[in-house]
């Protein structure tokens, strides 16, 4: 079974700066997904930036983008010009590139709290 | 597009009640999921649903917890006989059939916390 890992339980950092959430993950499958996901005090899941195991380019998306290291199998996130809105736990998750009963089974990781001060 | 609906986003029961929590999925789509978040917790996988069949519901608890998504109508997650344990927030997701060049990312609802006193 996959497992994802997120071994910062909050982080914090100053309006307008830079900041880096981690996650590590472990599988035996070599084509595979990995997702971040926001979650705001509202509790809503907010897909923030997806990554697809079989391509090398790390995934970018205005502000956001990651580190992928399939070898070492690390997925961490970066948040640039970190904004108050940003504040929100986020998950790193993982899915199985198979169709069938993997279909939509994310697992995911235990969160990290995000702070952002002004 | 009103996206994924879910309700009642609140819900307190009595220990030993039903609790039934309500998903409309996004236009178009026909696949649901439903996650448990506990308290502190990531979100846990339930069960997989398409119009009138359980794919998968490896994640269910044994006893008391059903779903189903039938071919009119919102899916439906009912709890039957409550317990504190079952107090979490209840996430519904979407996506569309297998094969859809977008069917790899999931649509998650807002959540339907429960309380259980």
């Known amino acids: 079974a996959q497992t994802v890992t997120q071994s910062q339980p909050e982080m914090s950092v100053q309006e307008a700066e830079t900041v880096t959430l981690s996650c590590t993950y472990d599988?035996?499958?070599?084509?595979?997904?990995l997702f971040w996901y926001k979650q705001p005090p509202s509790r809503q899941m907010i897909l923030v930036i997806r990554?697809?195991?079989?391509?090398?380019q790390n995934a970018t998306e205005n502000r956001f983008s990651v580190n992928f290291q399939k070898a070492a199998k690390s997925f961490s996130l970066k948040i640039s010009d970190s904004q108050l809105g940003d504040a929100a736990m986020y998950f790193c998750?993982?899915?199985?590139?198979?169709?069938?009963?993997?279909?939509?089974?994310?697992?995911f990781g235990q969160g990290t709290i995000l702070t952002v001060h002004p | 597009n009103a996206g994924v609906m879910q309700n009642p986003r609140h819900l307190v029961r009595r220990r030993g009640q039903e609790a039934r929590l309500r998903c409309s999925p996004m236009k178009g789509h026909s696949h649901v999921y439903w996650y448990r978040q506990l308290p502190e917790e990531g979100l846990k996988f339930m069960v997989y649903?398409?119009?009138?069949?359980?794919?998968?519901e490896s994640g269910m608890p044994k006893e008391r917890f059903s779903a189903e998504f039938p071919k009119e109508g919102p899916s439906i997650l009912r709890i039957q006989q409550v317990v504190r344990g079952d107090s979490a927030a209840y996430f519904c997701?979407?996506?569309?059939?297998?094969?859809?060049?977008?069917?790899?990312?999931?649509?998650f609802g807002a959540g339907s916390r429960l309380t259980v006193l």
């Open positions: 998750a993982y899915r199985s590139r198979a169709g069938g009963t993997s279909y939509g089974k994310l697992t």
């Open positions: 649903l398409q119009k009138e069949n359980i794919i998968d």
């Open positions: 599988t035996s499958e070599s084509d595979y997904y």
């Open positions: 990554q697809e195991a079989y391509k090398q």
């Open positions: 997701a979407s996506s569309p059939r297998q094969g859809n060049s977008g069917a790899n990312v999931l649509t």
